[in-house]
């Protein structure tokens, strides 16, 4: 069995040294964003209330470009690469699987959760094996039975209540997108983007970090946010996430940016041609003057002098 680092929030850690871990479970589903089948990680936490919750996490893989190993305490640790588990929204992964079976009517949870999980696994033209296929529907199926699961679809559909023990659901694109501009909101804050070095070393390559281009910081920080977001969007859902903002002055600036930057390239580009051209026609001259240098010192005692050979014959 092999063995690998992994970075994860410390519940998760304690959970597993205490054997109450039970619950926690491996799942393969389709990513939001590339479609690919990737690994997440579900692990049920303890409310005060005592009430359970999950906590859903996704499973990166860091691997080296060179070969690796871990040196930890007393041992080695073979494999090189670094597993990272951290915390996102399943709404993210709902909300494709609800756009796939696109239900049209409101039904109740199960029903709609059953429906789509039907229709997901039916839509995926090739799974692999049947053993391969019964794995990857269980996982979905699990994915939605999950008590995180379905409090995302509640912020992500139009609900009505029948009675006080049933409540029908409809999936809203137009609910989706409220979730994703709140994430959108509290990501540009100044005290949330500034903990962010990406966003940060965007706007300053940007030049939006000078009183010069204030104005614009707020547009950086908000396409900066919708450029995080999407990571777990599909190319169309992100952007029509962007089109829902305005950032035609930031496109001007950037656009001014780039046409700066080719042109610096030109001149840099002409310079250089020019300087070629001119220590080429240097190296020329010189390989010239040393030519004719070396024929001033030729001895030319006994030599026959040029004009000798255009004396009339005697």
């Known amino acids: 069995m092999s063995t690998n680092v992994c970075l ?16 926690t479970r491996f799942l ?6 590339t479609g690919l089948w990737s690994l997440f990680l579900s692990h049920p936490e303890s409310e005060s209330s005592g009430s359970p919750k999950n906590s859903f996490l996704e499973v990166q893989s860091i691997s080296p470009t060179n070969t690796r190993s871990w040196f930890l305490e007393n041992h080695v ?10 915390p996102v929204d399943p709404a993210f992964l ?3 699987l609800l756009q796939v079976s696109q239900p049209t009517r409101f039904q109740p949870v199960d029903d709609v959760l ?23 529907r269980e996982d979905v199926g699990a994915f939605l039975q999950l008590e995180c699961t379905k409090k995302a679809l509640f912020r992500i559909s139009d609900t009505q ?3 006080s023990d049933l409540h029908v659901v409809r999936f809203s694109e137009t609910k989706w997108l409220e979730v ?11 005290e949330v983007a500034g903990n962010f070095k990406t966003i940060t070393r965007s706007l300053a390559r940007d030049g939006l970090l000078s009183e010069e281009h204030a104005s614009l910081t707020e547009l950086g920080r908000i396409k900066c946010a919708c450029d995080m977001v999407s990571q777990y969007l599909s190319a169309d859902m992100a952007s029509t ?14 656009d001014k940016l780039d046409q700066e930057s080719v042109m610096k390239v030109e001149v840099e580009k002409k310079k250089t041609t020019g300087n070629a051209k001119e220590t080429k026609k240097r190296k020329a001259n010189r390989q010239a003057s040393k030519g004719v240098e070396k024929l001033m010192k030729a001895n030319t005692t006994g030599m026959a002098k040029l004009s000798s050979f255009f004396k009339k014959a005697s």
């Open 8 to 23: 994860l929030p410390q519940e998760v850690l304690l959970s597993i040294s205490e054997n109450t871990g039970s619950s």
């Open 94 to 96: 709902l909300a494709p």
């Open 77 to 86: 640790v073979e494999d090189g690469k670094l597993l990272m588990f951290t």
């Open 28 to 33: 393969q589903l389709p990513h939001p964003r």
């Open 114 to 136: 059953e429906n789509t999980l039907n229709q997901v696994i039916e839509s995926m033209e090739f799974l692999g094996s049947a053993q391969r296929k019964r794995v990857l």
């Open 241 to 254: 996430l962007l089109s829902r903002y305005d950032l035609s002055s930031l496109t001007q600036h950037l």
């Open 180 to 190: 994703l501009a709140a994430k959108i909101a509290r990501l540009a804050r100044p």
């Open 161 to 163: 209540e029948i009675n």
